[in-house]
């Protein structure tokens, strides 16, 4: 098992008056640029206080003109990360290609971050999500076909000697010559976020990347989910190696169950009902007919249909309570999904600074050791009796 | 009114679904983004005096081909491989919206092709002061709401029946999927075109004056999608046209006030 501290950066003290999408048309203006400041500094040093505790590594991602998470460039963050930790992995899950035009400034960005770390950058590749092709007016009914195209360019870049020239259908470049180069040869480790499209799981299981599932979503879809990602491997000849997915979830510890629950309800609803408002819509022709099929069966799980504390704990939307609930929970959602990733995210919401520690260093040093125990490096993770379940 | 028949032709970007009757000069009918065709009023109408077609674009209904089509230049391709399949020459062209904007495309590229046109609440045009409002990521009773004036009317009740679906995953109840994905697709076959630039062409307005099709331009003077102004400044620009503006009308005008607008086309055409 592998652990990871996932950050979104989002914006907290959003205007109270204002009860409108967080998304592509929630105006600028309630941004304040000092307090914003003072947030990304303060999620910095909550990225780097991981590597102090263990972690194995940090996660940030990449969303546009929206309150929710504060990262419309991601690398910037995790450059910064690179740069100031010296062990753990730094993920970036991921760049949205298509929104990049040439997509050639992720094989630099990510080589630039790859060569700052040492060989410690995970390069997460993205679809990009619906609100994004509204924010950048980027045409979704092609939103797969750039995404394929930049990721063959971007992969041929890191591993074919430069220039050669490329031609595709979206990009046409007549000297691609990256400089720089990322350490890790052939290339990065490579992570794919999806939210159930089949075509996603597909593209994963073909190129053996590791799939990440999209959060927010009752433990029931995850299952569903990555047991259509593991059929995806069984289909490409092999058997996905529990390295090859990775669970996305909030977690939240303090000494007791009725503790953690006083102090981060608040902080779960100001996510649920202020930040999460507008990132589910779906631009026409983003998503596959069949695809549609399949994302709407989990759709009426999504969290923003959750009102009542009950559901989120019976969904596990969120791993909250003593250490002890929070390790069994924990033992049984992965062993039910088969995830060899955990990637926790110990902020969410509203949840302040000396809350985010005490969670991160509870979890660091009462949970993480028991599931390590209970999934030794190697061994395989998904249990079908904890799936059936 | 006279019936239309629903055929198949295979066109060079694969099968498409086509409606056809009547008998007369040809006419051809290019629907909406709504893919409306089967059953409309206005057409059974007009097929007492003309051969009507109405061919559903590509992507939309039941007609293959729509990843053969990436813009407007390939849209006019496909419209002339039409002409070439059903023998036309020279046909009358009745655009609605999204149709009407092909229509102009068309006409501009091979003035020769058109012999007549009847454009109703067409897009196309890109005007500062008027924008064309937002279609997308709207709930179908907002749709409805922009798109009727009468919303009692059964396809504008309909609608508001699908207002669960939002286009919002998130937010949706548990939607049948056959109801949601005839507009998906439609929504979806329109992105290809009109996502960006929104539903115009920035050069269709200096190439207006190579038409040489009469043009009638239709306007509902409510119209909660397209500005009036678009209407004037096609009017303005190509050199031989004229404008009826339908009070009380909206956009989807097609549907909801067949039988003035079938007597606007019979007598502009016939005349």
Not at chain 1, 349 to 355: F, K, N
Not at chain 1, 361 to 384: I, N
Not at chain 2, 130 to 142: K, L
Request: net charge negative; proline share 8%.
């Amino acid at each position: 098992m592998r652990f990871f501290s996932f950050h979104l950066m989002p914006y907290i003290g959003l205007d109270p008056s204002y009860d409108g999408p967080a998304w592509v048309t929630c105006p600028n203006q309630l941004f304040d640029p000092v307090h914003g400041g003072a947030l990304y500094n303060r999620y910095l040093d909550e990225l780097l206080y991981a590597e102090e505790l263990g972690f194995d590594g940090v996660c940030v991602n990449e969303h546009h003109q929206n309150a929710y998470g504060l990262m419309p460039s991601p690398n910037l963050m995790a450059s910064i990360v690179a740069r100031q930790s010296t062990r753990m992995k730094v993920a970036v899950v991921g760049n949205a290609l298509p929104l990049y035009d040439p997509p050639t400034r992720v094989a630099e960005e990510f080589a630039m971050i790859d060569c700052i770390s040492g060989g410690r950058l995970i390069a997460g590749m993205v679809v990009g999500g619906g609100p994004e092709y509204y924010s950048f007016s980027v045409n979704p009914a092609y939103a797969r076909e750039r995404f394929q195209e930049a990721h063959d360019l971007i992969l041929k870049a890191w591993t074919t000697p430069g220039p050669f020239e490329w031609v595709s259908k979206h990009y046409r470049i007549r000297y691609v010559n990256p400089w720089p180069r990322p350490v890790q040869q052939p290339h990065p480790e490579i992570w794919i976020p999806g939210a159930g499209s089949v075509e996603t799981m597909e593209f994963v299981a073909r190129h053996r990347y590791a799939y990440m599932g999209i959060p927010y979503f009752s433990l029931d879809v995850f299952k569903r989910t990555f047991g259509m990602f593991r059929d995806a491997c069984a289909a490409e000849g092999y058997e996905a190696d529990p390295l090859q997915a990775g669970w996305l979830v909030p977690i939240y510890v303090a000494e007791t169950d009725a503790q953690a629950r006083r102090e981060y309800e608040e902080h779960l609803w100001y996510f649920v009902k202020r930040l999460l408002p507008g990132i589910t819509i779906q631009p026409p022709g983003y998503t596959s007919a069949r695809s549609l099929a399949n994302i709407l069966k989990g759709a009426g799980t999504f969290m923003l249909n959750v009102t009542d504390w009950d559901e989120i704990v019976a969904g596990r939307y969120a791993i909250v309570g003593s250490p002890e609930t929070v390790t069994e929970q924990l033992v049984e959602a992965l062993g039910a999904l088969g995830t060899g990733n955990l990637l926790g995210l110990f902020q969410l919401g509203s949840l302040p600074a000396d809350l985010t520690r005490r969670n991160l260093e509870l979890f660091a040093r009462e949970v993480k050791p028991a599931l390590e125990r209970e999934f030794p490096a190697g061994a395989p993770v998904y249990r079908p009796t904890a799936a059936a379940a | 009114m006279a019936p239309l028949h629903e055929e198949f032709v295979d066109a060079p970007v694969g099968k498409i679904q086509a409606f056809r009757g009547g008998s007369g000069a040809p006419l051809v009918y290019l629907h909406s983004a709504g893919g409306e065709a089967p059953g409309l009023a206005v057409l059974e109408d007009l097929a007492e005096r003309f051969e009507v077609l109405a061919p559903i674009f590509p992507g939309f209904g039941e007609s293959e081909g729509i990843e053969e089509i990436d813009d407007m230049d390939d849209a006019v391709f496909h419209l002339l491989d039409l002409w070439a399949l059903f023998g036309l020459d020279r046909p009358c062209v009745l655009g609605s919206s999204l149709g009407g904007w092909m229509a102009l495309e068309l006409a501009v590229r091979y003035p020769e092709r058109v012999a007549r046109m009847v454009l109703v609440n067409p897009v196309g045009l890109y005007l500062a002061d008027a924008p064309i409002a937002e279609m997308f990521g709207r709930s179908p009773a907002e749709l409805a709401e922009m798109l009727f004036v009468d919303q009692e009317h059964p396809i504008a009740a309909a609608m508001h029946a699908m207002e669960e679906f939002t286009g919002d995953v998130g937010k949706s109840v548990q939607i049948p999927i056959e109801l949601v994905l005839p507009m998906w697709k439609a929504l979806g076959a329109t992105a290809r075109l009109g996502w960006d630039p929104y539903l115009h062409d920035p050069k269709l307005r200096r190439r207006l004056r190579r038409i040489t099709a009469p043009t009638l331009v239709v306007a509902g003077a409510q119209d909660g999608l397209v500005p009036l102004q678009h209407a004037e400044t096609l009017v303005a620009e190509i050199p031989d046209a004229r404008l009826a503006v339908l009070e009380g009308a909206a956009h989807w005008l097609v549907l909801e006030r067949p039988e003035e607008l079938a007597v606007l086309t019979r007598d502009f055409l016939s005349s």
